[in-house]
């Protein structure tokens, strides 16, 4: 067997550990074994521990100490030193050593392999020990010599063979160094790996832990979530479940109302199958009805043709009575007693209204002077346009006036004014017993208190709106003066006291007073707020006869302005409400050395006289033609349009029933009668187109 092959033998036995990697010549174990009767062990049997690698230097040599012991002991015999030589030494089996002479070359024992010499050897036969008998000494020893050689010749080439596996074993022990070092390299670099695929695999593990945390805190919110919500769903379901069961409740009720419901419509249809007759009877019948509608709505519309003819004839009758009436008509009124009278009922004067039926007349007892000359009682009876007793109420009164309001919507410029001494009720007539108030403004009708100018200005606005399906529009502005001492201050202006002058112009029958407020009203309320404020301003004096005597003409002016877009009329008119100052004699207006006062009553008196003088000249003149004398005072030359033939004029006599006020009253009365004995021409109409 060669070396080469030896190498291939071994093979297996070097896969199986890397120690058992060092190779043992196969031929030595061969010879070893047969030698000494005991089995081959190989290098896996041995172990790892006792590896060969550290043995054949070793072994060789202390089987050749053995060896040369033997030779030098001249024995012949090697079989027992043999069998004790290859007794196992640390469990690895090494060929048995051959022995070798002085010169250290092997020595043949027992039986050399045939396959373990060198080439051209012959092998010789079994070597015999020296005890064994033989035919002579010489052969013998030339025989034993032979062998010697031969043995030694075979130890060299033995201990050559050795050599040669030892150099080998060498070269594989450094190849298996080799390889061990890189096997070792390779395990540390597994182990490396392994040492960073641990730490790999603890960060993955860390990692897979925390995202196992996380999810485990999602999985509990959605959890908790999904139970909450399942919570959630589950009450709904119980919801939606019992709604259902009353849906099912409800259903059934329907049902049955569906059911009752079928039969009644089916009652209904035949209902409706007889009613469809009547209705076409009926029809019919609305044919019939609407054809009479039609004929009525044009006799609706020809009667409200009729109806406008007949308001404007109502307008020409109305006036016509007026001016047959007269245009200048007087009214006397006796206030009942109060309680700022100085006496009781009786000091009441002997007053009575003999003409019941006509409420016209008045008579008063009074001591009065005969022919002779002697003092008697005498009756005075004086006849009027009407007299008003003391009960006679605001609205009563109101009812007599209001056709003058009517005339002012007319186109007609209308006085009323309240003439009587202080205390007679003048601003009672004309204002009212209370102080006006938003509240009982927007309807002073209810308050039975209320004055003949709430209650017409209340009217005036009222008839504004009814003549509006007339075609009639309206609009309305006032203004508030008073003439005190014969100047005129404007209640309405922005200073509280009024120190400007006044002009009195009157431009194409319109009057104008220069640097005044001339206020547009659009309600009865803000009249009413307009105559509150005028009314803190106006100048009152205390006086002996009356605690609010007022000493001073108050004017409340309204122009009334209309315009009817259907007939095409138009008007523009004055409502004036005069407040006359008391009209007492000097002697009885407490004014006494006082000169302001007796200034005061001086003015009063002339301002009156003058008014009675116009009037009397309006009388006197023909149409009109005559001298008026409007200018003797501020009072007859502002009202200059409101007085005469182009106006409606009211006096208003107020009397006292007091029995000490009794001569006031005749002289009041005396008066009234002048003014009522006297005939104003005809009233005119006054052009609203013209007139601006
Ligand atoms: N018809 C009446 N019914 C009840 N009280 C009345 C009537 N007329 C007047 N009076 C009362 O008599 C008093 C005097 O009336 P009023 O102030 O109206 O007089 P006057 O003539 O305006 O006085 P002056 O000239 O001072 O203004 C007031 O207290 C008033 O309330």
């Known amino acids: 067997m060669s070396s080469s092959d030896s190498t291939m033998a071994e093979q297996p036995a070097r896969s199986s550990s890397s120690l058992s990697n060092i190779p043992v010549p196969q031929a030595a174990r061969r010879e070893a074994k047969a030698?000494?009767?005991?089995?081959?062990?190989?290098?896996?049997?041995?172990?790892?521990?006792?590896?060969?690698?550290?043995?054949?230097?070793?072994?060789?040599?202390?089987?050749?100490?053995?060896?040369?012991?033997?030779?030098?002991?001249?024995?012949?015999?090697?079989?027992?030193?043999?069998?004790?030589?290859?007794?196992?030494?640390?469990?690895?089996?090494?060929?048995?050593?051959?022995?070798?002479?002085?010169?250290?070359?092997?020595?043949?024992?027992?039986?050399?392999?045939?396959?373990?010499?060198?080439?051209?050897?012959?092998?010789?036969?079994?070597?015999?020990?020296?005890?064994s008998p033989g035919r002579g000494r010489i052969s013998q020893d030339s025989n034993d010599s032979g062998r010697m050689?031969?043995?030694?010749?075979?130890?060299?080439?033995?201990?050559?063979l050795f050599d040669m596996e030892r150099r080998r074993t060498d070269d594989m022990m450094a190849r298996a160094m080799k390889e061990r070092e890189m096997q070792e390299e390779k395990v540390r670099q597994l182990e490396e790996d392994l040492l960073e695929q641990r730490r790999l695999a603890t960060r993955r593990k860390e990692e897979a832990t925390r995202r196992k945390s996380i999810a485990e805190d999602e999985l509990q919110v959605i959890t908790s979530k999904h139970n909450r919500e399942k919570r959630m769903l589950e009450e709904e379901l119980e919801q939606e479940r019992s709604t259902v069961s009353a849906l099912k409740a409800?259903?059934?009720?329907?049902?049955?109302?569906?059911?009752?419901?079928?039969?009644?419509?089916?009652?209904?249809?035949?209902?409706?199958?007889?009613?469809?007759?009547?209705?076409?009877?009926?029809?019919?019948?609305?044919?019939?009805?609407?054809?009479?509608?039609?004929?009525?709505?044009?006799?609706?519309?020809?009667?409200?043709?009729?109806?406008?003819?007949?308001?404007s004839l109502r307008r020409k009758l109305h006036n016509e009575v007026q001016e047959l009436r007269g245009n200048i008509r007087v009214f006397a009124r006796v206030r009942p007693s109060v309680k700022n009278d100085a006496n009781n009922s009786t000091s009441l004067a002997s007053i009575r209204f003999p003409n019941e039926r006509e409420a016209n007349q008045i008579e008063l007892l009074a001591m009065g002077e005969s022919a002779t000359g002697t003092a008697t009682m005498r009756n005075h009876l004086f006849t009027f346009d009407r007299v008003f007793q003391p009960h006679t109420s605001q609205a009563d009164v109101f009812e007599e006036v209001a056709h003058l309001t009517q005339s002012v919507l007319d186109g007609y410029n209308t006085c009323i004014f309240a003439y009587g001494q202080t205390g007679?009720?003048?601003?009672?007539?004309?204002?009212?017993?209370?102080?006006?108030?938003?509240?009982?403004?927007?309807?002073?009708?209810?308050?039975?208190?209320?004055?003949?100018?709430?209650?017409a200005v209340q009217m005036l606005w009222k008839t504004a709106e009814d003549l509006h399906d007339k075609g009639w529009r309206y609009d309305f502005e006032g203004q508030m003066l008073e003439i005190y001492n014969e100047g005129i201050n404007d209640l309405l202006g922005k200073a509280e006291v009024d120190t400007a002058k006044h002009e009195i112009k009157h431009e194409k029958g319109r009057t104008i007073v220069t640097d005044t407020v001339v206020v547009p009203l659009d309600s009865p309320a803000k009249v009413f707020q307009l105559l509150a404020k005028a009314k803190s301003r106006r100048q009152t004096a205390?006086?002996?006869?009356?605690?609010?005597?007022?000493?001073?003409?108050?004017?409340?002016?309204?122009?009334?302005?209309?315009?009817?877009?259907?007939?095409?009329?138009?008007?523009?008119?004055?409502?004036?409400?005069?407040?006359?100052?008391?009209?007492?004699?000097?002697?009885?207006?407490?004014?006494?050395?006082?000169?302001?006062?007796?200034?005061?009553?001086?003015?009063?008196?002339?301002?009156?006289?003058?008014?009675?003088?116009?009037?009397?000249?309006?009388?006197?003149?023909?149409?009109?033609?005559?001298?008026?004398?409007?200018?003797?005072?501020?009072l007859t030359w502002l009202l200059k349009n409101s007085l005469g033939g182009n106006s409606k004029t009211l006096m208003l006599l107020a009397l006292s029933p007091m029995a000490e006020h009794l001569n006031e009253s005749l002289c009041s009365l005396r008066f009234a009668s002048k003014v009522n004995s006297t005939v104003i021409g005809t009233a005119k109409k006054v052009k609203g187109a013209s007139s601006d």
Do not use: W
């Open 424 to 455: 007679s009720g003048k601003t009672h007539t004309l204002e009212g017993g209370t102080e006006l108030s938003l509240s009982t403004a927007s309807d002073p009708s209810s308050d039975p208190h209320a004055g003949l100018i709430p209650r």
């Open 250 to 311: 409800t259903l059934a009720q329907q049902s049955t109302a569906h059911l009752t419901m079928e039969s009644q419509h089916a009652a209904l249809r035949t209902q409706i199958g007889s009613q469809k007759d009547e209705i076409q009877g009926l029809q019919g019948r609305i044919q019939e009805l609407e054809a009479a509608n039609r004929l009525l709505q044009n006799t609706s519309l020809h009667l409200e043709s009729e109806l406008r003819e007949a308001e």
């Open 35 to 131: 030698s000494s009767g005991l089995p081959t062990r190989t290098a896996a049997s041995n172990g790892a521990s006792s590896g060969p690698s550290r043995l054949p230097a070793k072994s060789a040599s202390k089987a050749n100490v053995v060896l040369r012991a033997t030779v030098a002991s001249g024995s012949g015999s090697v079989s027992g030193s043999s069998r004790a030589s290859t007794k196992p030494t640390g469990g690895l089996t090494l060929p048995r050593a051959p022995m070798v002479n002085r010169t250290n070359r092997p020595v043949a024992v027992g039986r050399v392999p045939s396959g373990m010499l060198p080439k051209g050897k012959v092998a010789v036969g079994p070597i015999r020990s020296a005890g």
């Open 149 to 160: 050689e031969a043995i030694e010749s075979r130890m060299t080439s033995m201990q050559d």
């Open 542 to 634: 205390s006086t002996l006869m009356n605690e609010r005597s007022s000493r001073s003409h108050s004017v409340f002016i309204v122009r009334v302005r209309g315009q009817n877009a259907t007939t095409l009329e138009s008007c523009d008119a004055v409502l004036s409400l005069v407040d006359l100052a008391g009209s007492e004699r000097l002697s009885n207006s407490g004014s006494g050395s006082d000169p302001a006062r007796l200034k005061e009553a001086q003015c009063i008196n002339k301002s009156l006289s003058s008014l009675a003088d116009v009037i009397a000249a309006l009388g006197n003149s023909k149409q009109g033609q005559g001298h008026v004398p409007y200018r003797n005072s501020t």
